[in-house]
Every structure is written in structure tokens, then in C-alpha cells.
């Protein structure tokens, strides 16, 4: 099996330069082509002797992933599909003395595109499948399949027929990113470093359920927005919907946050996706309103999408505009969050690596 180039940063690829006894500035022309050109093969990198080319060739490939399946939804959205092979890393039973395993194991994954105006935003999968189970999102009912590469990751930004217009992205797509660290900080230093797409950090979101040692990490070493799922202010409420609350608190991932400075370029954002009669009354309202008291940060207000074997609807407009209104006039900014893409299965919590025929 060959090595795939695409998800490298450059001083990978000088060491990739060295160790092929090519010259120095090698790294920076392969970056330019897996980066800015997006070259979909070796060959097509022609300012590269064609000695080089074919040496590469031995041993390489861009390993670029196209997208299998294309929806349109009526509002203008696109959800592509694309195949993957995760690498998923399994502790062993006791008889193999604890020893780890690399496990390939084929899935989907969906990105998603959201056009806006001018501006155009891909909504990324970091993950297929997803540990956290949260009861309303339909990833998190497949269960795990496996980590996404920095080469999965990136393949989304390249591969869609968009890939040239994006203005912005969001890690919401299937997965949790921070459950994905490693992976998604390398997707993003691609994203942001000057040899790679040399995007501004402010163009990027992640999103998060709480993870709090990475949390912890992300807020020390990367400058772009945050968004937190939280969905309840009351913790056996938010428990009964999302069962990270057991082992990282929302109060715990406040505390961590209120430790940085949100009143710069960098924005913290909170989702809560409104579920009929459970957590949509001004009582919630006044909770939340509480909790994030003195924090800088915005409240997105979420419709929720039904989904089979869930036994909540959709709050009415009416609940929704009011739960905003309450949560504007006591000093919390709360906007709600329009819904795209439903018709295709492409809203928040519609993800599933399916597609319709």
C-alpha cells in the first residue's frame, strides 16, 4: 500500500524530501500542489523533474478521496458522501497482554455544503460513526467506526464541487472533533499555514460536546472559534440526552472556558437545539441565562429534526422566538440558527453516511 502525501504538513515533506535525496525545495512545491493547485496525482505536479515524479510514484500517492454520491436540497445545500477506510485503534483482550490493534474498517462519511449569500460553508465530518451517543443525532446512534485521517478530513475541502468558492467551515459534521484531536489540529494547521490553504482561523469552527482534556488543549493551542453542544442547563436533563454529561459536566466545561478570553478575534458559541416540552420553557430559559452570565458568547437556537424512535418534537415557532426574546432582554445574545438542507437528511443531527436515492 502506497503513502498518502495529502494530509503531510511541510516539514514532513522536507523530511519525505530528504529521506528521497531530493532537493530541499521539493516540500514546498509538493505542498503548493496538494494544497493550492489540489492535484490529484503525482504526475500532474510538472514542476517536478519527471525523475522525481517517478521515484515519488514507487512509493506515493496524493491519496485524495472523491465523493461517491451528490444530494441538492431545494434551499441550495449539498451533502456529499464519501467512502472511507478508518484507521481504528482497539485495545486487545487480556490474552494478547494488552497489546493495541489498527483495525481497517469501510464506511461513509458525509460533508456538507451550505451556500449563504456570499459566502459558502462546508460543513466537515471529522469521525465515522461517533462514541458520545447522543440520543437526538442519528451519528451517534451508528455507534463508532473509526477516526478520520487528516487526508479524510482534508479530501472534503478539496473534493467538493465548491472547493474553490469556500469562504468558511464548521467541524460539525459526523464525529466529535476533539475525540478526533490529533487528526483534526493537522487538518486545521493545513487549512490555516501559508504553505498550505492559507485560511485565516476565523474562518473556522469547531464544535464540541465537551471533552474536556482536549478542550483544554484546543483553547491552548488553536485560534480558531468554538462551538459547545449543550442543549440543557439542567445536568439530569442534559444527561438523559447526552450521556457525556456523566463523565465531563457542562459546569466543568464553563469552568474551563471562563478561564480565556473571548472578547478578541476568537468567539465561543453555544448550540441548543429545542425539543418540545423538555427543554424549551422559560424555566430553561432563565437557567441558561444564569449559566452563561459574564461569559462573551452567543446562543444559537436550533430547531429540532425529528428522527425515528425519538420520543420529542419540535418546538413551535412561537416557543422558539420567545425562548430567544427571554434570553436577549436578560444580557445573552441568542439567535436562531436557520434550518438548511432537511429535504436531503442534511440538518444538524440528520447524518447518518446514507443517502437518499
Not at 451528490?70 to 458522501?81: A, E, H, I, M
Not at 459546569?251 to 425539543?275: K, P
Request: with cysteine.
Amino acid at each position: 500500500m502506497k503513502i498518502k502525501l495529502l494530509g503531510k504538513n511541510l516539514e514532513e515533506l522536507k523530511a519525505l524530501a530528504a529521506e528521497e535525496g531530493l532537493p530541499s525545495y521539493t516540500a514546498k512545491q509538493i505542498a503548493r500542489w496538494l494544497y493550492v493547485k489540489k492535484a490529484g496525482s503525482i504526475e500532474q505536479m510538472t514542476d517536478l523533474s519527471k525523475a522525481a515524479r517517478e521515484k515519488l510514484q514507487q512509493k506515493y500517492e496524493v491519496g485524495l478521496v472523491r465523493y461517491s454520491h451528490l444530494q441538492s436540497s431545494s434551499d441550495g445545500t449539498k451533502k456529499y458522501l464519501f467512502p472511507v477506510s478508518c484507521a481504528h485503534t482497539r485495545a486487545l483482550n487480556a490474552s494478547c497482554s494488552g497489546r493495541e490493534d489498527v483495525k481497517l474498517e469501510d464506511g461513509a462519511i458525509e460533508a456538507v455544503m451550505i451556500p449563504d449569500d456570499d459566502r459558502a460553508t462546508l460543513c466537515v465530518s471529522s469521525q465515522s460513526g461517533c462514541k458520545m451517543g447522543c440520543r437526538f443525532c442519528m451519528t451517534g446512534r451508528q455507534g463508532f467506526h473509526g477516526n478520520l485521517s487528516a487526508a479524510d478530513i482534508i479530501s472534503q475541502f478539496i473534493s467538493v464541487d465548491e472547493s474553490d468558492r469556500l469562504t468558511n467551515a464548521v467541524f460539525m459534521g459526523m464525529g466529535e472533533p476533539l475525540d478526533n484531536y490529533d487528526n483534526v489540529m493537522r487538518a486545521i494547521e493545513i487549512l490555516t499555514a501559508d504553505w498550505g490553504f492559507a485560511w485565516s482561523p476565523k474562518r473556522i469552527t469547531v464544535s464540541t460536546i465537551g471533552v474536556l482534556p482536549n478542550l483544554k488543549r484546543y483553547l491552548d493551542e488553536c485560534k480558531c472559534h468554538l462551538a459547545v453542544s449543550l442543549h440543557d442547563p439542567f445536568p439530569d436533563e442534559r444527561l438523559e440526552m447526552m450521556p457525556v454529561q456523566k463523565s465531563w459536566q457542562i459546569a466543568d466545561v464553563l469552568a474551563l472556558i471562563r478561564q480565556y478570553d473571548f472578547t478578541g478575534q476568537r468567539r465561543v458559541s453555544f448550540e441548543y437545539t429545542m425539543f418540545a416540552g423538555f427543554n424549551d420553557t422559560q424555566a430553561h430559559a432563565d437557567a441558561l441565562s444564569r449559566m452563561l452570565k459574564g461569559l462573551e458568547c452567543r446562543v444559537n437556537l436550533i430547531r429540532f429534526h425529528k428522527i425515528p424512535d425519538f420520543p420529542y418534537g419540535t418546538s413551535s415557532d412561537l416557543i422558539i422566538e420567545n425562548f430567544k426574546k427571554r434570553m436577549n432582554n436578560s444580557g445573552i445574545t441568542t439567535t436562531i440558527r436557520a434550518s438548511r438542507g432537511e429535504d436531503i437528511l442534511a440538518a444538524c443531527g440528520m447524518l447518518a453516511g446514507e443517502h437518499k436515492s
